[in-house]
């Protein structure tokens, strides 16, 4: 076993162990089973609850009680599932429902379409790994909902608020924000909608599917960049990878060519995009960006999982290349010690353990280790 090896496999276990056991994931009381967004590192603190965050938490404890074997994976699947179903309002969830220490905030009020998409599909996570027809039943229930609240016939509106109106953009300094507006990175609920569509045979998700892919195309230039904040020249990498996800997964899973082609235009877009001197992915494309660990671990996922194809348009030792650079850059953001052991960074210069960006790295780094298999998608990508 090479040393780079080793380090991967130490780190993806300490990654493990620390969404699993420690305090970022809550084990009693009202919120047992939720997870908070990230841990401030100096001083010690929790922002919030964050539902999208145990949405991914799902299917990450699911893919690690069954791709790792892990059973305390299960349990955490499970409760973080009993979470969500004690915290619906209308058969969705608000972005940071308040929990018995937060305070109410401008989110405590808002549905956010993606955050209820990646919910949708820890269920459907769960629901492969345990059979239960009630993971079933409440994924399809909150996807009818999200369709008859949020689709409007090609895209899908981003917020609403309490009533189910509309919420306004918000721009921060003066760019408008990725994540308040109809974007191409909606198209990754393709992941649920089309196991919902093969579970119920009901073509109605693969339709919402295919309009949310083909919105998505109409965002993406002809170099592959996909437009994340119209009105400014700026490509946020989180979003845009997040539109490749679902569309190369579209692609894949229905042999669409146009969807599987477009996600892999994006990718190649995104390798432009990768630091020359450190092997990361910046945030976003601006001179002043940093290096981010969720979409460096984005890319590496995406590029393992393509790698035979993108062999027919990159020369296959520099593929590698940028998949070991990446991989190598990925292991920089790993917390050895003190708060947040275990965990990965957000950014490089953050005191932040993140969340999300552990769940991507450890299925990134299982990926790498697991290479020569060359598999072309993974049972729950989280």
């Known amino acids: 076993m090479t040393g780079v090896y080793q380090k991967s496999s130490t780190i993806l276990d300490s990654n493990v162990s620390w969404l699993l056991h420690s305090d970022i994931r809550i084990k009693s009381g009202e919120n047992m089973g939720a997870l908070y967004g990230w841990k401030n590192l100096n001083p010690p603190s929790f922002p919030f609850i964050y539902s999208e965050i145990t949405g ?23 409760q973080a599932s009993d979470w969500i179903i004690r915290n619906t309002h209308s058969s ?22 993606f955050d209820n998409s990646m919910i949708v599909i820890g269920l459907l996570s769960l629901y492969k790994l345990t059979n239960k027809i009630s993971h079933l039943q409440l994924a399809e229930k909150m996807a009818k909902t999200i ?32 994540s308040t507006i109809s974007g191409a990175y909606h198209c990754k609920l393709s992941l649920g909608l089309l196991e919902l569509a093969r579970l119920t045979k009901n073509e109605k998700y693969s339709q919402v599917s295919d309009s949310l892919c083909d919105y ?22 989180h979003p845009h990878l997040y539109a490749c996800e679902g569309l190369i997964f579209s692609g894949w899973n229905q042999s669409i060519a146009r969807h599987y082609t477009a ?18 992915l ?36 520099e593929l590698v290349d940028i998949i070991e650079g990446l991989h190598k ?9 003190g708060e947040g052991k275990g965990a990965m960074k ?19 780094l299982n990926l790498w280790m697991t290479r020569n298999s060359r598999k072309t998608w993974t049972d729950y990508f989280i």
């Open 216 to 237: 998505a195309t109409k965002l993406q230039n002809s170099v592959g960049r996909f437009i994340t904040n119209p009105g400014a020249d700026i490509t946020y990498l």
């Open 92 to 113: 969705l969830l608000f972005a940071r429902p308040q929990g018995n220490l937060d305070k109410p905030n401008d989110l405590s009020n808002t549905l956010y379409s």
């Open 346 to 364: 957000y950014h490089l210069n953050q005191d932040t353990a993140c969340t999300w960006c552990t769940m991507f790295s450890t299925q990134a």
């Open 147 to 178: 369709i008859e609240r949020f689709f409007d016939g090609e895209k899908l509106v981003p917020r609403l608020d309490e009533s189910f109106e509309s919420v306004k953009p918000v721009k921060e300094k003066g760019i408008v924000k990725w």
């Open 56 to 78: 991914y938490a799902i299917t990450f404890f699911s893919w690690i009680s069954s791709e790792l074997g892990n059973p305390d994976g299960l349990v955490a699947a499970e």
């Open 329 to 337: 850059r990925l292991l920089d953001f790993y917390i050895p010690y």
């Open 282 to 317: 910046y945030r976003y494309t601006e001179r002043d960006s940093v290096e981010q660990s969720d979409c460096t671990a984005q890319l590496l996922r995406l590029l393992l999982l393509c790698q035979a194809e993108l062999e027919k348009s990159i020369n296959k030792s």
């Open 263 to 280: 996600g892999l235009n994006g990718l190649k877009w995104a390798i432009k995009q990768i630091s020359p001197e450190n092997g990361g």
